[in-house]
């Protein structure tokens, strides 16, 4: 599996053990990427007597927490404007601070645990590429700033790399991490402290105090469902997320000097202002790491190994790159290609649930911003498990229940429809400088 992506290559993938048939434990978690494994390393901070058992049906880190864009970011899948709509001005508050410092707990994490995964606290770039986009981005700085949520500032041309690029915010609130080693570290470590992981183990279903598996049931108290984008496999939360995919590619390393020329810092991340979704960063060993959206939905929610690779995108984000930094466009070249699902519910809000009465709790809904999303998910959840009263389980994501995705065909026509028009949103804006008319009637649909 070392194919996987770039990411994979850097960690033994080598499977544990199935499950060996029927067991009981205190806590069965559903998925052992990055939901799961933080619920757990969290459990066993707060409630060391518990039995863990995470049951995966690949390995640990096999889907969208190892292959990720590595941005360990403050970003939720809903604006801030959305929350505070949703949910009034303190509580979307609390739910951004909290966002925010989920990124200084998972670096201490990291200091504490010696986890080696390239963390560097380095901020994110988001570039104004079009006198429309400055003036978007422009804005949001002043709202920023006015609201006194976020901290947003805005650097002029002078300051950053990218061609043609009008000036660009920046955030502190992000760092950049190779999410395979931040994984596959935290499944060892929790392994170590008496946790038990089964891989190459399908889960059918779940109810309460039961698990059934492809190798026998587990009985629990508690039973966390954790399995993101790849939950729309399991029958009875088919309709609860879409999968959709991400892909990326990664470039042969640059020297230092050209990283200068860019004005891209190590630990830096970085984006622009379009509608279609990109996002990038410096590796650690100074190669380009850069994805976006692009790949179709795939009808009924079917998820397979070749979805991963879709040329046209590949071809798409070479190009969108070398059109960033032209004057180092031969310079780059693609040495890897990669992707995979995400989780998105139908409304774009992210959750956190548990319910006391049947013990069975879920997160995910990430939408691409998952790798910290997934340790304030876990921290959450370990505090519900708990019965713990807290700041985390009285956020507004806490028990938040985003409506079911149609039934197909509608779900593929819809879901591809908003792809096409996030697609034609970016070509109209570019055609009339303009904000899209496009834009705004998708917005609704996907949390701004």
């Known amino acids: 599996m070392e194919s996987v992506s770039f990411w994979h290559e850097a960690v033994d993938l080598t499977a544990r053990p199935a499950l060996d048939g029927d067991t009981t434990v205190d806590v069965a978690i559903v998925g052992a990427g990055l939901t799961g494994l933080w619920t757990a390393y969290y459990l066993q901070k707060t409630k060391p007597e518990l039995s863990i058992l995470l049951i995966d049906k690949n390995v640990a880190g096999f889907g969208a927490s190892g292959r990720n864009g590595g941005w360990a970011s403050a970003l939720f899948p809903q604006s801030t404007e959305s929350l505070i709509a949703r949910y009034g001005f303190d509580r979307a508050k609390a739910l951004r601070d909290a966002m925010v410092g989920t990124i200084t707990e998972i670096g201490r994490v990291v200091k504490a645990e010696k986890i080696d995964c390239d963390w560097v606290h380095g901020g994110t770039l988001i570039y104004a590429r079009s006198p429309l986009q400055e003036k978007m981005l422009r804005k949001e700085v002043a709202d920023t700033t006015a609201l006194g949520i976020d901290h947003l500032e805005w650097r002029e041309a002078s300051e950053v790399g990218a061609s043609n690029a009008r000036g660009a915010t920046y955030t502190p609130d992000c760092a950049r991490v190779h999410p395979a080693k931040l994984v596959r570290s935290i499944a060892a470590i929790v392994e170590k402290r008496g946790a038990r992981i089964v891989e190459q183990t399908e889960v059918l279903a779940w109810e309460k105090g039961i698990v059934r598996t492809s190798h026998g049931t587990v009985t629990a108290k508690h039973i966390i469902n954790a399995t993101e984008g790849y939950g729309a496999t399991i029958p009875q939360w088919h309709r609860r997320v879409l999968p959709l995919y991400s892909l990326m590619i990664a470039t042969a390393p640059l020297p230092d000097s050209v990283w200068d020329e860019l004005k891209i810092e190590h630990g830096q991340t970085f984006s622009d202002g379009r509608h279609l979704v990109i996002y990038g960063q410096r590796t650690a060993d100074n190669r380009f790491a850069f994805g976006g959206r692009g790949a179709r939905?795939?009808?009924?929610?079917?998820?397979?190994?070749?979805?991963?690779?879709?040329?046209?995108?590949?071809?798409?984000?070479?190009?969108?790159?070398?059109?960033?930094?032209?004057?180092?466009?031969?310079?780059?070249?693609?040495?890897?290609?990669?992707?995979?699902?995400?989780?998105?519910?139908?409304?774009?809000?992210?959750?956190?649930?548990?319910?006391?009465?049947?013990?069975?709790?879920?997160?995910?809904?990430?939408?691409?911003?998952?790798?910290?999303?997934?340790?304030?998910?876990?921290?959450?959840?370990?505090?519900?498990?708990?019965?713990?009263?807290?700041?985390?389980?009285?956020?507004?994501?806490?028990?938040?229940?985003?409506?079911?995705?149609?039934?197909?065909?509608?779900?593929?026509?819809?879901?591809?429809?908003?792809?096409?028009?996030?697609?034609?949103?970016?070509?109209?804006?570019?055609?009339?400088?303009?904000?899209?008319?496009?834009?705004?009637?998708?917005?609704?649909?996907?949390?701004?």
């Not at 699902?341 to 774009?348: A, F, I, M, Y």
Request: glycine share 12%; proline share 7%; net charge negative.
């Open 297 to 448: 939905y795939h009808f009924n929610s079917t998820i397979l190994p070749e979805y991963d690779r879709v040329e046209g995108v590949f071809l798409h984000l070479t190009r969108t790159l070398r059109d960033m930094f032209p004057q180092i466009a031969d310079q780059i070249t693609v040495t890897h290609r990669w992707g995979g699902p995400l989780g998105v519910p139908r409304d774009w809000h992210a959750h956190v649930a548990y319910d006391p009465s049947t013990g069975i709790g879920s997160a995910g809904g990430y939408v691409g911003d998952g790798l910290s999303t997934t340790n304030l998910a876990g921290r959450t959840l370990a505090d519900l498990v708990a019965g713990k009263k807290s700041s985390l389980t009285a956020l507004p994501w806490v028990g938040h229940r985003s409506p079911d995705w149609e039934p197909e065909p509608w779900r593929f026509v819809g879901a591809n429809a908003g792809l096409i028009g996030m697609t034609a949103a970016d070509i109209e804006e570019k055609v009339t400088n303009r904000p899209s008319i496009v834009a705004k009637l998708l917005a609704p649909l996907t949390g701004h």
